[in-house]
């Protein structure tokens, strides 16, 4: 890669940072940059952005729960949404061209059709790196919003396969052979530690065993890498794998996005339909959300997760490549299809920023679509007789609850927005509840008047920031912990609200001398003075 490229998405990145956008949409607009400067991609490019989108789509696996797939709020959602997009945006085409679109106009009503499809997909790449900055990955419209990709992504798979002619080998029956290996990915997973080899494993993992293995039988590689994330989802070590790879696929994901700016040559007319498309992406917001509301989820989650869905996929870019390919369709649709894929991450990203801002100004209008009867995942949460709640279960979390009920006794609760982690911890004895905490409507809805203290242990600060602005609008009058991963962020979340934050590092440190001298009788002398 050139000098150039990071320098320019450097820039562009950290540009964008200092004004509160996604550094993913500087890295988009650094494509367009060196596109107009004359630099196109480039096969090391096309590569890193290859394995980005192969570690990626891995780490999902890595924390998919099947079971969610087969929800009907997933699985019927996407295939109705597909269905009337392509319906509705292809008529909507191809009226544009017989009312004399150039571009358009030579389009026929199957071709208007193929572009719609290419344009009913969302990206997988932008919605689960904006859910995973706000640490939404695991709320309800979060798990809702990643089942409906793969759902997508599998649709856009079997298409890709079944029209370009070419079947997957006769091979592709032995990738039935990774399910009876897993057993041993497990025992390999045990026996290699916590250092250097639990990266590497997970590199192998998605590289060789996953998209090398699909891609050499025929089958897409992409999703040969989310088949084997979910064959060792079930593995404890499957969290410090996906956490391992954060850094590399984040870096890799640098090349997708520099990607997408360096395709195709813009032209005048390109960018003025292309423009349309975007234009028309609030009508995709509003059939996601009116689908999932009627599928008994609150407002609230279905806004979020169809503001999450806001905008168009890698996949169109991916299908609209084999229709060129094919002659079913003009090069110059690439080209398009480019542009409004990045246009829609450039409309998408602050509205997911301010998704939660939104949600509250149109919130008396969005209430009127709820069903009168609430989804199972979103039932009120009793806390009576509960005095002290920790948020987030995780590691820290649980840690924090066991101590303060050994000290205090059992009016405690903890709240976690990971469905699996509640029932381990309910099968363990702990009070634990499913709840998304940055949710307004769940803070309201919850008796908070025999609360004395809230402690949080939540790893993202942006998240912290949110539940702390939410408890100084309710009536909360006890006291608020927040846990810091960097000693920076005390500061912050102490300016925001918090009686006390805590450096997790140091106290973890406090807590290890603590522990020692508790169980360690060892007569030590202190010094006196020279």
């Known amino acids: 890669m050139e000098p150039i490229f990071l320098t320019v998405a450097f820039v562009m990145g950290f540009a964008a940072r200092q ?177 250097e080899l639990i990266p590497l494993f997970g590199l192998f993992a998605a590289i060789v065993l996953g998209a090398a293995s699909f891609d050499l039988v025929g089958m897409k590689a992409d999703l040969g890498a989310l088949v084997l994330g979910v064959l060792l989802a079930g593995h404890p070590r499957a ?89 079913w369709i003009a090069a110059d649709w690439l080209t398009i299809v480019a542009i409004s894929l990045a246009g829609s991450f450039i409309f998408a990203s602050p509205i997911n920023m301010f998704s939660h801002q939104i949600y509250d100004r149109l919130e008396r209008w969005l209430l009127v679509w709820q069903t009168p009867v609430r989804h199972a995942d979103e039932q009120p949460i009793n806390a009576d007789g509960v005095q002290i709640v920790v948020l987030g279960m995780g590691r820290i979390g649980t840690a924090a609850f066991d101590t303060m009920m050994d000290r205090f006794g059992t009016g405690i609760m903890g709240l976690e927005s990971n469905p699996e982690l509640v029932e381990r911890h309910k099968a363990e004895g702990r009070r634990v509840s499913n709840a998304d905490t940055t949710d307004a409507d769940f803070w309201r809805q919850l008796n908070l008047g025999g609360v004395s203290l809230i402690v949080s242990t939540l790893p993202d600060l942006k998240s912290n920031l949110e539940i702390l602005k939410l408890l100084g609008e309710s009536d909360y009058q006890g006291k608020v912990a927040a846990v810091a991963r960097y000693p920076d962020e005390q500061a912050v979340l102490e300016q925001a609200g918090a009686d006390l934050s805590v450096d997790s590092i140091t106290e973890a440190g406090i807590g290890i001398a603590a522990h020692v001298m508790a169980n360690f009788d060892i007569d030590i002398t202190r010094p006196g003075p020279d």
């Not at 150039?102 to 344009?119: I, K, R």
Request: charged share 10%.
């Open 239 to 327: 969290s410090e794998i996906s956490d391992s790879l954060l850094t590399f696929k984040d870096v890799l994901l640098v090349g997708f996005f520099l990607n997408i700016g360096l395709t195709g040559a813009l032209s005048l007319e390109a960018v003025l339909v292309a423009l349309i498309f975007v234009g028309i992406l609030p009508f995709k917001i509003a059939l996601f959300f009116f689908l999932i509301t009627r599928f008994k989820l609150r407002a609230r989650s279905a806004s979020l997760g169809a503001l999450s869905l806001a905008s168009y996929s890698e996949f169109g870019l991916i299908v609209g490549a084999l229709a060129v390919s094919s002659s």
């Open 19 to 195: 004004i509160n956008l996604a550094p993913m949409i500087g890295f988009l607009l650094a494509g367009f940059v060196l596109n107009g400067l004359g630099y196109d991609t480039s096969p090391l490019l096309n590569q890193l952005a290859d394995l980005g989108v192969i570690l990626l789509l891995f780490s999902i696996g890595l924390k998919l729960q099947l079971k969610t797939l087969l929800k009907p709020e997933v699985w019927a959602v996407t295939s109705v949404h597909m269905i009337v997009t392509i319906v509705l945006f292809g008529l909507f085409i191809f009226g544009l061209g017989l009312a004399g679109l150039h571009l358009l106009a030579d389009l026929t009503l199957t071709q208007s059709a193929l572009v719609a499809f290419m344009l009913s997909f969302s990206s997988t790449v932008f919605t689960i790196k904006s859910l995973e900055e706000k640490g939404e990955l695991q709320a309800i419209h979060g798990r809702i919003a990643i089942g409906i990709l793969i759902i997508q992504d599998i649709i856009a798979v079997l298409f890709i396969t079944f029209s370009s002619g070419k079947l997957p080998s006769i091979w592709s029956l032995a990738l039935v052979g990774l399910v009876l290996l897993r057993p041993l990915f497990f025992r390999i997973m045990d026996r290699s530690g916590h250092g």
